[in-house]
């Protein structure tokens, strides 16, 4: 715990370390080392958590490991709460939320986001690293009401992302409001004419705290 109450985590492995060459560059919007990789994970983690006044900082990377440090500020569960207009009408009354969502991001960091901002908007959330299990809430969903939230990360690293499941999930999901997700927002127009007509909006990443209730709201 720092002076200011929040909270500082120090997370180190053991690996080869990340070349000094490019460590100034690993917070970069779509810098990846990785042929698949999507370099958004360290950029989009490290901007919502400056968003919420903490940070998301490289302390040392060597021969023997790499070690960052997260900061969570002290009022970090307020910020969630207060950092956008609750989903509220100007008239005071509440607008309704979706009672479900359904989560496919490969990024565990963002996936914890999506859930802590979800739940506290009183939503069951589901949360999936991998499309087939994905699919299979779905199935499981679709037998009972099936009116929700489905947001889908577009690229999955291994596996298959949000485009090649949207088609059958909403088949499995007609009522359902789907949001496709990516840090590639200049591809989203070449992704609609693959999506041939189907009722999907998109997200860009990085997104807000503010950004993530909007989609909550049922009917937007």
């Not at 500020?73 to 969630?80: S, Y």
């Amino acid at each position: 715990e720092d002076e200011d109450g929040g909270h500082r985590i120090t997370i180190t492995d053991e690996g080869h370390g990340i070349p000094l060459d490019i460590q100034h560059r690993i917070f970069e919007p779509y810098f990846s080392t990785k042929s698949k990789g999507s370099g958004l994970g360290l950029h989009v983690v490290r901007s919502l958590l400056k968003r919420m006044n903490g940070g998301l900082d490289l302390v040392f990377s060597n021969s023997a490991g790499t070690c960052f440090e997260v900061l969570l500020p002290a009022d970090h569960g307020a910020e969630i709460e207060d950092s956008a207009p609750a989903p509220v009408e100007a008239d005071g009354t509440t607008t309704e939320v979706y009672p479900w969502a359904l989560i496919l991001e490969d990024n565990a960091s963002l996936r914890g986001l999506l859930q802590q901002v979800f739940e506290s908007l009183d939503m069951k959330v589901f949360t999936h690293e991998d499309a087939e299990s994905l699919m299979e809430s779905a199935a499981a969903l679709a037998k009972e009401d099936g009116y929700g939230l489905c947001v889908l990360d577009v690229t999955i690293e291994g596996g298959l992302g949000g485009l090649d499941v949207v088609d059958p999930l909403r088949k499995l999901l007609p009522r359902a409001k789907i949001i496709l997700s990516s840090g590639h927002s200049d591809l989203w127009e070449s992704w609609q004419s693959e999506l041939d007509g189907l009722d999907v909006g998109f997200l860009p990443k990085p997104f807000s705290i503010q950004d993530l209730r909007r989609t909550a709201i049922a009917g937007e």
